[in-house]
Structure formats: structure tokens, C-alpha cells
């Protein structure tokens, strides 16, 4: 890498133990259509040869577009944070070393960022399974909803200005899962002249050696992550262009960890098994749900976004879902319906 090359994009790949999947990940980079990249491979203490496949890929791509840090294995999140203060780039785009992405994937994101003078740029993803088999789409339809109101709170099909990031200093909860939520709640609701395109180039590999797929930690839950970051977004609302639908995306994020994250299965296909629930964990997570939500939005209830019948693109379990979040807030019956819900759904 050189200090002085001004790069269009900085991708930061954390990788562990990633030699079965690494290859196809490095190709996909290699053949991009937009070639102004730089890539940050942080090797987050492999023992197979992940190193190595590294190392290959920078013979060919050059010595000054493939910086290679290698660290004792502390997490993905601390090798993303490694990776974001070693990049030199304009923007900042995070790909997974088991992940891969269409060719002009970074052409699409660069160019949007560049013709709207825009600090994020969100485009959907694919989930597929090792074999290449679809899990789900995920795609911002905004072109035929411009008001579309969800938003994925992970990195992937995601560009962040550098310089952006470094203001606000947006990083990764380290050693924590769920890291990529609150850092993505700060970076959509602070950032310049967002775009969201109707376009996913970006394809993330599950596998039973996914972070999706482990057992919760009680201690890696991101409580306190969460809560800097509604606290620190809420303290520049004139940098939030509608505080409503900011609101709604933590009530969606809420609803979503409490009743699907921590479920048997994580997709309804069942194919991949993930994370056990944990009734001592969910009972705490409620608890503090039911802190959280009338803190920092006294008036949660009176979302315009809220309704079975809002937003009637949005799936029904998605809107019936956080319909009965809140009403489960308002009348503090959080915790009894969701010990119930688990000994259903398990």
C-alpha cells in the first residue's frame, strides 16, 4: 500500500481461518470493473493458510493495493476497526473473507457516492449457503417506494466516507455480537446526502462456522453499544433527516433481536441452525428493552410508522411484528409474552 496513492475505495476484509472460501472472495475482488481500490486484508491470527492466500493475491494485484496486517486473534470488530484506521481510501467498504460480490459492485457504489456527494451509500445483499444456494434477498425497492423505511443494520452492500467515520468515530463494538448495528444506527442517520439504490451485488456466505450461527454469549451482547449509539444520534438531530423513521428503525432493530435473533433457527427455512435461546438472557434483554425504548423515545407509541396497515410493502410479520413490540412496551408485558413466544416457537 502507498501513503501517498489516494485510493477511490479502502475494502477492509477481516479474515479468520478462512483458506476455503478466501480464493473465490479475492477473485471476486480482482475482476472488478472499478479497479481505483485498495484492499486491508487484516489476518486475525489464522493457523490454516489464509496467510498465504493472501500473500498470493497480493503478487498479483501489486504490492501497493494489498496491505496484509497480521494480529493475535481478537474478533472481527476489532480486525474491522484495525483495518479502518490503516485505510488510506476516499470510502470505506467492508467484505467478509467468505463473502463475494458481482463485478461492478464497487463501480455502482463509488458512482453513487460520487454523483450525490454522499458520505453512505446502501444497496441490499444476497444470503446463500456455501453452496451457492439462496437463502434470501435482500433489496431496497426504492424505486418503486421511495419511502421505503427499513433499513439492514449489517455492513455488507454498504459505502461509508472515510473521512465521515473518523468525524464522528464510528467504530465496532469490540468483542461484542451485533457489533455492526449500532455502528450502522449512527453512520445511516448522521451521514451527508444518503443513497439507497435498488441494486445487491453483495453476496454473504453462511456456513456453520458463521458469527450468525453461535451460541449468544450473555456477555457479548452489545447493550451498552446500543445505547451510545441512540444517545450520540439523538445529540445531533440537526444531522437526522427524519427522526421518525430513525425511531423506527430501533423499534424494527428491537423487535427483530428479541422475538428472531436469538431463535433455534435463524431463517424460517430451517436449513441452518443458529443461535438456542436463553430464557435468563432474553428476560434480560427485555428488561432492558423496556428501559431503553421510553428513555430515549418517550413517545414511541405515536410512530407514524407503525400499523399493520403502514407501509404495506414491508412484510406482515415485519409490521404486525413491531405492532406488537410496542403494545407489549406500552403495558409492560414484554418479558411475560416473549417467555411465552419461546416456549412455543422452540
Known amino acids: 500500500m502507498s501513503e501517498n496513492k489516494n485510493w477511490g475505495i479502502s475494502v477492509i476484509m477481516p479474515c479468520y481461518n478462512s483458506e476455503l472460501y478466501i480464493d473465490k472472495t479475492l477473485k471476486s475482488l480482482y475482476g472488478q470493473s472499478f479497479q481505483d481500490f485498495e484492499l486491508v486484508a487484516v489476518n486475525d491470527g489464522s493457523t490454516d493458510n489464509t496467510l498465504g492466500a493472501l500473500e498470493n493475491f497480493r503478487q498479483k494485484l501489486g504490492e501497493e493495493r494489498v496491505h496484509i496486517i497480521s494480529v493475535e486473534n481478537g474478533g472481527q470488530s476489532r480486525a474491522r476497526n484495525i483495518g479502518m484506521d490503516a485505510a488510506v481510501g476516499k470510502y470505506i467498504v467492508f467484505l467478509d473473507s467468505d463473502d463475494f460480490v458481482d463485478v461492478d459492485y464497487l463501480e455502482v457504489l463509488y458512482n453513487a457516492a460520487e454523483d450525490n456527494d454522499s458520505e453512505m451509500v446502501l444497496t441490499g445483499q444476497h444470503k446463500v449457503d456455501v453452496n451457492g444456494n439462496t437463502i434470501a434477498n435482500i433489496c431496497y425497492p426504492v424505486d418503486q417506494h421511495p419511502e421505503y423505511v427499513q433499513r439492514q443494520l449489517n455492513?455488507?452492500?454498504?459505502?461509508?466516507?472515510?473521512?465521515?467515520?473518523?468525524?464522528h468515530n464510528i467504530r465496532f463494538a469490540e468483542g461484542k455480537l451485533?457489533?455492526?448495528?449500532?455502528?450502522?444506527?449512527?453512520?445511516?442517520?448522521?451521514?451527508?446526502?444518503?443513497v439507497i439504490l435498488p441494486y445487491n451485488g453483495h453476496y454473504q456466505v453462511i456456513h456453520m462456522g458463521s458469527?450468525?450461527?453461535?451460541?449468544?454469549?450473555?456477555?457479548?451482547?452489545?447493550?451498552?453499544?446500543?445505547?451510545q449509539a441512540i444517545d450520540y444520534t439523538l445529540s445531533h438531530r440537526e444531522l437526522i433527516k427524519d427522526e421518525s423513521v430513525f425511531e423506527f428503525m430501533v423499534l424494527s432493530f428491537m423487535t427483530y433481536f428479541i422475538f428472531q435473533a436469538n431463535r433455534k433457527h435463524i431463517y424460517a427455512s430451517g436449513r441452518i441452525k443458529g443461535r438456542k435461546s436463553s430464557p435468563a438472557l432474553m428476560k434480560e434483554i427485555c428488561r432492558y428493552t423496556q428501559r431503553l425504548i421510553p428513555t430515549y423515545f418517550p413517545k414511541y407509541y405515536k410512530n407514524p410508522h407503525v400499523g399493520?396497515?403502514?407501509?404495506?410493502?414491508?412484510?406482515?410479520?415485519?409490521?404486525?411484528?413491531?405492532?406488537?413490540?410496542?403494545?407489549?412496551?406500552?403495558?409492560?408485558?414484554?418479558?411475560?409474552?416473549?417467555?411465552?413466544?419461546?416456549?412455543?416457537?422452540?
Open 155 to 167: 455492513p455488507h452492500g454498504k459505502l461509508y466516507s472515510r473521512e465521515f467515520l473518523n468525524r
Open 308 to 346: 399493520v396497515f403502514k407501509h404495506m410493502y414491508l412484510s406482515i410479520w415485519q409490521r404486525l411484528g413491531v405492532s406488537v413490540f410496542v403494545m407489549l412496551l406500552r403495558t409492560h408485558t414484554l418479558w411475560p409474552f416473549t417467555r411465552i413466544f419461546y416456549l412455543v416457537a422452540d
Open 178 to 194: 451485533y457489533e455492526d448495528n449500532p455502528f450502522n444506527m449512527m453512520a445511516m442517520f448522521l451521514c451527508k446526502n444518503q
Open 211 to 227: 458469527t450468525m450461527t453461535k451460541a449468544m454469549d450473555p456477555e457479548k451482547v452489545p447493550y451498552e453499544a446500543i445505547e
